[in-house]
């Protein structure tokens, strides 16, 4: 099986030229003489970039395919131009054992459009009691190497710190949901002048910066991986700066809609916007997308949060946090981070697909565009510009924040092992 990218420029940079890719793999990269039987895919000058990985995705199966499956959620991940996401554990049941973790990995394959691992569980039941079996999941034919609790924070220090601990063992790392509970009880959105003067009961910058900087000490002491997840304020910027500097082995990850939309939205009362942690201050943002820009926050993830409409078109305080993603971050990313000249395509291909997939320990995703490296590839054209529909995207639920917006860049190829998953907005 062959397949011939013509005319594509790596990364958006030098002239266009053919990419040859054999038995999933790129065997040549110049003008290449097209063997008889290949596919032939028409680059006409696009972008082409490492296929995206998304350390941070809610995929709802098992528990509420009403609202997505690893189907679905696959489908919208090869459209948005991933090659691999990491399933969050918060479905029902937990993702807390190997007989969970296991079928979200085969299911994955199953479905064949983008590979699926999943995350585990930090803790029984997403109950912040005690330990989940890190090492059977990790023994597993999944290989969980990214464990959490997401949805929740791991608030307990003594577990934080047994699962670090742990985990040095597996060579995995363990992402944290930032958020004292303790500090956002009855929480709605950002603790700020738009909170107060709307009457939204607040959720202070403190309880995320708080567990950002008791986790770094943890992870330095215990010599242990800790990934922070959806950073949302400007001193978790500077705590993270901080906790690097003196090596602790800490990523982080940014959300599109962190990078993009602020708590202005507030004014709306529309829960659409309603997501955890909240959106930010316009201050905040400016911060991330310079730390993103600097690698002082590695990586974007989309925090893709599918809701039903009875979750999530109802009055704020009973609508659940979270929004759609996959199939939106690379035009957000386009619009915060390139357009502004923050990243180029080499940036973006750092922060959606290299340092995600070394974080995730995927050793064939987030490679270089050369011979010899596995052909998972992202096709962009990046002077188009689409229309956002919830309806319209892949997934189940339609909850997407960008209803209406006009957004620059369009994914027009995914390609996972070789194969062409999605062309031109239509799975293959
Ligand atoms: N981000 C959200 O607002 N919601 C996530 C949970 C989470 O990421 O904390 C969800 O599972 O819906
Ligand atoms: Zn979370
Ligand atoms: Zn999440």
Same mark, same amino acid.
């Given at each position: ?18 990419? *040859? ?12 003489? =097209? ?11 696009? !972008? ?9 995705? $809610? ?25 691999? !996401? ?27 459009? =983008? ?96 567990? =950002? ?23 978790? !910027?500077? =705590? ?63 925090? $893709? ?36 000249? @923050? ?7 750092? !922060? ?9 320990? *995927? ?15 992202? @096709? ?12 319209? @995207? ?12 006009? @957004? ?7 390609? *996972? ?12």
């Amino acid at each position: 099986m062959s397949l011939v990218i013509k005319g594509a420029r790596p990364y958006g940079e030098g002239e266009p030229v053919d990419v *040859l890719i054999e038995d999933g793999v790129i065997t040549a990269i110049g003008p290449v003489s =097209v063997p008889e039987d290949a596919e032939i895919l028409d680059a006409g000058g696009q !972008v082409l970039l490492p296929g995206f990985v998304d350390l941070h995705t $809610h995929l709802r199966e098992p528990g509420r395919e009403d609202t997505e499956t690893i189907d679905s959620g696959s489908a919208a991940a090869a459209l948005g131009g991933y090659t691999a !996401v990491f399933a969050m554990a918060n479905t029902d049941p937990v993702a807390d054992n190997a007989l969970v973790t296991d079928h979200v990995w085969r299911r994955g394959q199953e479905v064949g459009l =983008v590979d699926v691992h999943p995350v585990g569980a930090v803790t029984v039941g997403l109950k912040g009691e005690k330990l989940a079996e890190l090492g059977t999941m990790a023994k597993g034919s999944a290989a969980v190497r990214v464990f959490s609790d997401d949805g929740v924070c791991v608030a307990d220090p003594l577990l934080m710190r047994r699962a670090l601990e742990y985990s040095t063992a597996l060579d995995a790392v363990i992402a944290q949901h930032a958020e004292e509970p303790r500090l956002t009880v009855g929480a709605q959105a950002h603790e700020g002048e738009k909170s107060a003067r709307l009457g939204y009961p607040g959720w202070p910058a403190s309880a995320e910066e708080s567990i =950002v900087a008791r986790d770094c000490l943890l992870a330095l002491h215990a010599k242990a991986r800790l990934h922070v997840c959806h950073v949302s304020t400007a001193g978790t !910027v500077d =705590v993270l700066r901080w906790a690097k500097d003196r090596g602790t082995k800490v990523s982080a990850e940014v959300t599109p809609h962190h990078l993009l939309l602020t708590d202005e939205r507030l004014e709306t009362y529309d829960p659409v916007n309603k997501v955890n942690p909240p959106l930010r201050t316009g201050g905040d943002v400016e911060k991330l997308r310079a730390a993103l820009a600097e690698g002082v926050i590695d990586c974007v993830a989309t925090d $893709h949060a599918p809701h039903a409409v009875q979750d999530k078109d109802t009055e704020w305080s009973a609508a659940r946090p979270g929004m759609l993603g996959l199939q939106t971050a690379l035009s957000v990313v386009a619009r915060a981070m390139v357009e502004p000249g @923050l990243l180029d395509w080499r940036g973006v291909a750092r !922060v959606m697909s290299e340092r995600p997939a070394a974080i995730g320990n *995927l050793p064939d995703h987030g490679r270089p565009v050369e011979v010899g490296e596995p052909a998972n590839l992202t @096709l962009v054209d990046p002077a188009a510009e689409w229309t956002v529909r919830g309806a319209e @995207l892949a997934s189940i639920a339609a909850n997407t924040p960008y209803e209406g917006m006009r @957004l620059p860049a369009v994914v027009t190829a995914t390609v *996972l092992r070789g194969r062409i998953t999605a062309r031109e907005g239509k799975i293959c």
